[in-house]
């Protein structure tokens, strides 16, 4: 049975919908699966709203055959741990055992002073890839309904007068003359004038691609994915910038379109044919993963965790591919949550963001790609680089972000000529973000540095949040380093059919 994943943390109510959508598509497309909640919530209430749910869709689920549904909260994760540390036990000298055991909980989220508040996604996704090592599984988010779309074919060919207003419009004449389509939308019912139900893209076709041998003879692929439409997923603002593709002509059509959907709680996001893309871009609302082979940890705590497993799964197969889907599942926060006017002005980084930058750096400046040794080489490199001291840290990060911001505005500045600095309204609230970045870039004794995560700032001084990132990395090493035999001691748990005690429902 292929395991299905849904991540979950005190969203009780998504939840149910999300599990409501997902068992009527397993079912509907015949697929063997075990649903598998993993359920990472903090308050008691939504432990035990989770909990009812799981036990309610397995009792309405339970005469269909090849569907199973069971939970996974914080004492089946402990059950996870001490498992698969008593597997490692009898390799690891004495001496090296304690650090697995620190490696294993860090990695689960199980550490006493992990800060919660930054946001265990990646200590729960990773319980899942040791749950399914050595097989291949899929993973949607409790925000997620399985229910599929595409964009309409209309969207190919945008009205004379939004060509004329939005730039580059009027040279598209069918949409897969588009590398991809993304936009912030003005209302709900802007994607239902845009996209129709998809019936032919399904979980199944998600699994096929990376689990597939013929699939995976064309171009190898470890990771395949949908697009996503509904309510916005991105958390900046100013991500509706970027806007591309034709739904851009029908979102940026006139100054009041514009301005709506810049703020609205919609967007979308679509390939517009089944790409094979080698860059890193990845998102895990909703994907499969072929974890046959090694797959890399996610940072446990803060966001970005998915581009960040995404850069490490490019470096461990160079040669393979990141699938995209062109379709789209519908994502679902409940109320829409618009933008404020404040919102368009922030710049810097989130602790997700700047662990993902300093793993980029190493990648980059240090270890070659496609290293059987590479994730242990890693793992030490990133200990050795995290010992230094606040001053030098932030000194450090600081020119991180310089060249991130760099390359942010590097790419603003190649859209507004794509576009041809049209609409002039759009045009403008791009040139003030460039300016506010590079305002924003030098870092002066009267403000916080721009290279200190946005969730430690008011909270910790820069030195104190540079020794909590510092000490987040050396774990995070820590863990890179002994990934791999944690990896090997699942697989091998798996083939036995090893199971966690008391999670079935």
């Not at 199973?68 to 089946?76: D, H, N, Q, V």
């Not at 893209?201 to 064309?218: D, E, K």
């Not at 044919?273 to 090694?294: H, P």
């Amino acid at each position: 049975m292929t395991p299905v994943f849904v991540p979950t943390r005190d969203r009780p109510q998504e939840l149910r919908g999300c599990l409501d959508a997902l068992t009527r598509h397993l079912v509907h497309a015949q697929l063997d699966a075990e649903l598998i909640v993993l359920d990472d919530s903090e308050t008691v209430s939504a432990v035990e709203q989770n909990t009812a749910f799981v036990a309610e869709s397995a009792a309405a689920n339970a005469s269909q055959l090849g569907l199973s549904l069971r939970s996974i909260g914080a004492p089946e994760r402990q059950a996870l741990a001490n498992t698969i540390c008593a597997a490692l036990s009898p390799h690891a000298p004495p001496s090296k055992h304690p650090k697995v055991v620190q490696a294993v909980d860090f990695a689960l989220g199980l550490e006493k002073n992990l800060r919660s508040q930054l946001g265990r996604y990646g200590a729960n996704r990773n319980a899942g890839l040791l749950l399914s090592a050595g097989t291949c599984y899929i993973s949607i988010d409790n925000d997620i309904r399985a229910e599929f779309s595409r964009l309409h074919p209309m969207c190919g060919s945008p009205r004379p007068e939004q060509a004329a207003r939005t730039g580059k419009g009027a040279g598209r004449t069918a949409a897969t003359q588009e590398a991809f389509f993304m936009a912030p939308l003005p209302t709900a019912s802007s994607a239902a004038k845009l996209c129709r139900p998809d019936t032919t893209h399904t979980l199944a076709t998600l699994l096929q691609i990376v689990a597939s041998p013929a699939a995976r003879a064309i171009v190898p692929v470890h990771l395949a994915l949908s697009g996503v439409c509904g309510n916005r997923w991105y958390p900046r603002a100013s991500v509706g910038y970027w806007a591309h593709g034709t739904p851009r002509d029908h979102s940026f059509c006139t100054r009041a379109e514009y301005r709506a959907a810049l703020r609205s709680g919609y967007a979308l996001l679509q390939v517009p044919e089944l790409q094979r893309a080698t860059n890193t871009f990845f998102a895990t609302y909703c994907y499969a993963a072929n974890a046959q082979s090694l797959l890399p940890p996610f940072p446990p705590l803060g966001r970005s965790e998915d581009l960040s497993f995404a850069f490490l799964v490019r470096y461990l197969y160079p040669n393979n591919a990141i699938a995209h889907l062109p379709c789209m599942v519908q994502h679902d926060l409940g109320p829409p949550r618009p933008f404020a006017d404040e919102d368009f002005d922030k710049v810097g980084v989130d602790f997700g963001t700047l662990t993902r930058l300093v793993i980029n750096h190493l990648l980059r400046t240090t270890i070659p790609p496609g290293s059987p040794s590479g994730l242990a080489l890693l793992g030490r490199r990133l200990q050795l680089l995290s010992k230094q001291k606040p001053r030098d840290w932030q000194a450090f990060t600081h020119g991180l972000y310089l060249v991130y911001s760099g390359e942010l505005i590097q790419q603003l500045e190649q859209l507004l000529e794509l576009h041809e600095r049209r609409p002039a309204y759009w045009a403008q609230d791009v040139e003030e973000y460039i300016a506010l970045l590079r305002e924003n870039a030098v870092a002066s004794p009267q403000t916080v540095p721009p290279a200190v995560p946005q969730e430690f700032a008011g909270v910790l001084s820069p030195d104190e949040a540079a020794t909590e990132h510092c000490r987040f990395l050396r774990s995070y090493g820590e863990l890179l380093e002994h990934w791999p035999a944690i990896w090997d001691a699942a697989v091998q748990l798996n083939a036995r059919e090893s199971r966690l005690p008391g999670a079935k429902v």
